[in-house]
């Protein structure tokens, strides 16, 4: 929460914009105080010339000076730089997003492997309607490439799988993403009705990258802030951000479009639960509690196979001994089972599973945690 990144240092600057260079602003933050960095460097497009469209209309691509560089080192070096600082300042359980396309995602990756970083995921963002190409001498570019890693290996990164499942509808997400470019009355426009930001990315974009990674509370620095688009993300979300833009008028854009945003209440925000992140019961407090009682008959689910529980929270079958997952593998010859989900306890006629008492135990030590 706010009090969290106050004590880590940060209070000065949290949910703010700040102004200049994202390698010098970010050596100014102090260090392992920062949960999630995501980052939409500049792309080092190599532009040669204009291109026109073929009616003969101009289009609006990337041709500002942030994103010219003398060459591939100077890049690479640029890169390496900001990179290096990013990883000094991520908690020692953080990770990364960094969004690019083919003219310089693969340099990126490299240099995220070669100061530690561990790659755990590179995510497609296939584009539902994506710009063609008017030249017609490469395929159409429909996609860009998220790299997801954590700041080391052994890293204990967020990801809430459970509530990206239920956001894919109840299917576990995949790592190729089709959603639409930023376009209608989320695309920024400027004074002339130009486009604010030509990369500008979408929203759905970042609730996706924000919902996995990170938790109500959590701070998330971008370092290319642009418009806003992750803190205004971060905001609805209940987590807090860190914004670096050097160029004014896309800081003045970023902070008009953020006083208008407003965080979704504190219900809202909860999400599904990873398995992993709820608190262990062993079967064997179900016995202690007497929620099933010693002797009492388990039964898989369909009545074929039955195994009695034993005072040490064992199950006893025919011609096995052992865990709820052990019995439950030998009856049925597999070389593993989920005890909580196979077996069933029996009442008011009906077959109920024990994840059910399980439940009951974890809403017990929430209400007293």
Known sequence: MAETAAAAGLSEVLDRVLAGDCIEVMRRLPEASVDLVFADPPYNLQLRGELHRPEGSRVDGVDA??????????????????????????????????????????RVGAALQDLGFWILNDVIWRKANPMPNFRGTRFTNAHETLIWASRAEASRYTFNYEALKALNDGVQMRSDWHLPICTGHERLKDADGAKAHPTQKPEALLHRVLLATTHPGDVVLDPFFGTGTTGAVARRLGRHFVGIEREEAYRRLAEARLRDVRPHDR???????????????????????????????????????????????????????????????????????????????????????????RQQVRAEMAAHA
């Open 65 to 106: 000076a942030w994103d010219r560089f003398g060459g591939f080192g100077e890049y690479d070096r640029f890169t390496r730089a900001w990179l290096a600082e990013a990883r000094r300042v991520l908690k020692p359980h953080g990770a990364i997003w960094v969004i690019g396309s083919y003219h310089n995602i693969f």
């Open 267 to 357: 219900e809202a925000l909860e999400t599904a639960l990873s398995r992993r992140a709820e608190p262990r019961v062993a079967f064997g407090q179900l016995v202690e509690r007497g929620m099933l009682r010693p002797g009492e008959e388990l039964w898989s689910l369909g009545g074929r196979h039955k195994a009695r529980v034993r005072a040490d929270g064992t199950l006893v079958g025919q011609d096995v001994k052992g865990s709820i997952h052990q019995v439950g593998a030998h009856l049925e010859g597999a070389p593993s089972c989920n005890g909580w989900t196979y077996w069933h306890f029996r009442r008011e006629g009906a077959l109920v599973p024990i994840d059910v008492l």
